[in-house]
């Protein structure tokens, strides 16, 4: 798909055009290279991008989750009406910051604020083999299935389950962190189900972003990942 690249103020715009899906690679691979040069932080302009599907959403995800791991910023541009619903479906426009001036957008890499420490914060993800429990949400004596949680953030679980459900579907989950007793609860939706071919290590299974988490529960599963991921990293 056609990417260009510009800079201003230090900031790199990557200019999409076309549909971003399964095939739009190409944005992950222009993310990374920039990351691999030292340019960490981005703007991805969609203004010329007419459709954004579940799959697009995951490409996206994975390049946002990439700069956030670089200790970079990336940040979202002229983004349609219907690709700003579909972040606030599966719960990412509290995530992804999305402007539609560029002059705001760059502007927007200069105000050090603790919101943008929390978002880092919220989107570190954490690998781990952790039991889960889930069924689907609003079903009377709904059966509750069982699974792995591969990795997980403050924004959703990966959930390595032969027992998938349909993009969209509400589960409500179950898992206890080590060392503790009483399970938590949340509310998820499934936004990405892994691809057999692409991803086969992780196959079967399904991405679930959590909706309504309070911050109670957003608090617990952020210190924990803080706390795996310093004491992983002094070992």
């Known amino acids: 798909m056609p990417i260009g690249i510009r800079e201003i103020s230090g900031i790199s715009i990557l200019d999409i055009e076309g549909n971003i899906d399964i095939n739009s690679s190409d944005i992950i691979e222009t993310v990374g290279w920039l990351l691999n040069s030292g340019k960490l932080n981005m703007i991805l302009n969609l203004e010329c991008v007419g459709l954004v599907d579940y799959n697009g959403l995951s490409v996206l995800t994975i390049a946002f989750k990439n700069t956030v791991n670089h200790k970079g910023a990336l940040k979202f541009l002229g983004v349609t009406l219907s690709v700003r619903e579909l ?31 929390h978002l880092r914060r919220k989107f ?18 709904a059966k509750f299935f069982t699974g792995n ?87």
């Open 149 to 235: 949680i591969l990795n997980l953030s403050a924004v959703g679980v990966y959930i390595y389950t032969p027992y998938i459900f349909p993009l969209n579907t509400m589960l409500d989950l179950q898992f206890t962190f080590p060392d503790t007793h009483a399970p938590l609860e949340a509310e998820a939706n499934v936004v990405w189900l892994a691809d057999k071919q692409l991803q086969s290590h992780v196959s079967p299974g399904m991405g679930a972003g959590f909706v309504h988490l309070t911050a109670e529960k957003e608090k617990a599963i952020i210190d924990f990942i803080d706390k795996n991921i310093t004491y992983r990293s002094e070992q």
């Open 87 to 117: 972040f606030r479906i599966v719960k990412l426009d509290s995530v992804f910051e999305t402007f539609s001036d560029e002059k705001a957008c760059v502007a927007s890499f200069f105000d050090e604020s603790a919101q943008k420490l």
């Open 124 to 141: 570190k993800r954490l690998d781990l083999h952790l039991p889960i429990q889930y069924k689907i949400s609003g079903q009377a004596n």
